[in-house]
């Protein structure tokens, strides 16, 4: 954390994460792993070279901020890392060295975002992401004394109707009030680039959310030319009142 020094009082305290997106976590040297078990060739000669790639302040908002020749936008570089993530081991490596760290800085608590179409739209199996991220919910309480209750999202750059049938298939893994439900998340909220996509056009599935007996939550959308009005609509223009439970 660029050097940051935690005094002991404060990595003692016990903490929870309340906004975290487990691909986000993908660390260079996992990546690394990641891509030599699947066969994945990666643009960078040694693990160093990779490490080095990460070292760059990344841009956010290439629609608003323009772009910096040679150097990937934020989404650009989490989407590539996500390449490397192909089956129900992967997933599980992935939330299992996150929810390590965790248990390390004394978080006992997270709620990690998620999503499957970043992962289903390359020929991952719903399944594999679900699954994968499921055993590490169990397994982390076991091994880390680390609880989790996760957050499915929409990506919302993608059209709302695939978001919709993200949603249908990743059912059986909610919580809720959903007829044999596996636990895994108990909200829905949004994620990827929210560049004019404004959270109230995905007021349809934050209400199948609401009917399953889910939490609903969106991003603040810090940072965009519309911010204050996406505020503005998830509070005011939804229906019960509010998009954030």
Known sequence: MNNLQITPFIKSLPKVELHIHIEGTLTPTLRWT?????KIPLPYKTLS????????TLNHRPELNG??????????AYF???EVLRTEADFYDLAMAYLHRCAEMNVRYTEPFFDIQAHTRRGVPA????????????????????RSQWILCFLRDE???KGLAAYWEARPWAGGSVHGGKGLFHAVGLASNAYERPPLLFEEGFGLARADGLHVTMHCDFGQKDTHEHVRQAIFEDGDGGFVS
């Open 49 to 56: 070279d990779l490490k080095a790639s990460y070292a760059i």
């Open 67 to 76: 772009r910096q020749p040679g150097i990937p936008t934020f989404l650009e």
């Open 127 to 146: 399944s594999a992401v679900l699954d994968g991220y499921l055993r590490a919910q169990h397994d982390a309480v076991v091994k880390y004394g680390v």
């Open 159 to 161: 059209p709302v109707e």
């Open 80 to 82: 590539a890392g996500c």
């Open 34 to 38: 990641l891509a030599a078990r699947n």
